[in-house]
Structure formats: structure tokens, C-alpha cells
């Protein structure tokens, strides 16, 4: 039998050192992997949520728009948009023959503030 608690905990935990590491990253000017591990943070957050949800083990797939409609996330437009925004990192961090300029400084910094609050939202919800 799945102890779904410990799913749970286990997501929610690799997504906080995740977020830490996202930002660590992105301050230190690698801005590619960094939002990479913020979409890995809202990923294990949002995974967390689909165990709460289903009681079962979170599917493994890297939509984030597709994991919130799994785990019955009720979201705005604005967080349904970053959210789609933000997958793109994860491809571009998986398929580099795919990759794009990266986003400026100031753009990363702008993902880290929405990332952040859409992260502290999904933690109220535990």
C-alpha cells in the first residue's frame, strides 16, 4: 500500500529545495537552469497536490496546466498563463537542439516574483 503522506511530503519538500535552488541560480546569472528548477518547484508542488487529490501517485507528466486540472486546482487565467509560460523552461532545460534566448535578467527576475506567489498559494492550500 502507498503511504500517500509520504508522497506528499516528499513532493512538497523537493519542491522547496528546488524553489531555493531557482533562485540561487538565477542570482548567480544562470538564468536557463534556473527557471528550469522553478518549473521543477511548481512541478513537486502541484505533484503533491495531485496525491492529495487522487490518493494516488502523481502521474509523470511535466505539464504543469495538465497537473493542476489532475489535482482539481481551482486557479485564475493570470496562474493558468504563468503556468503554461513556465513549461516552456522545462522543455528548453530537456531539449536544448530547441533552445531560445534565454530570458533577460530582469525577465527571470519577474518569473521568480509570479513563480513565488502562484508557490505560496499552492502551500495555503495544504
Known sequence: MIDIGK????????????WSVAQDLVLRGKIRHGLFFAHLALEKTIK??????TGELA????????LSQIAGLTLSEDQIDLLAEVSEFNIEGRYPEMLLPPPSREEADGYLIKIHEVLQCLNNLF
Do not use: F, T, Y
Open 7 to 18: 508522497q506528499i511530503d516528499h513532493w512538497r519538500n523537493s519542491g522547496v529545495e528546488d
Open 48 to 53: 503533491a497536490h495531485v496525491c492529495k487529490a
Open 59 to 66: 502521474s509523470k507528466i511535466h505539464n504543469l496546466v495538465r
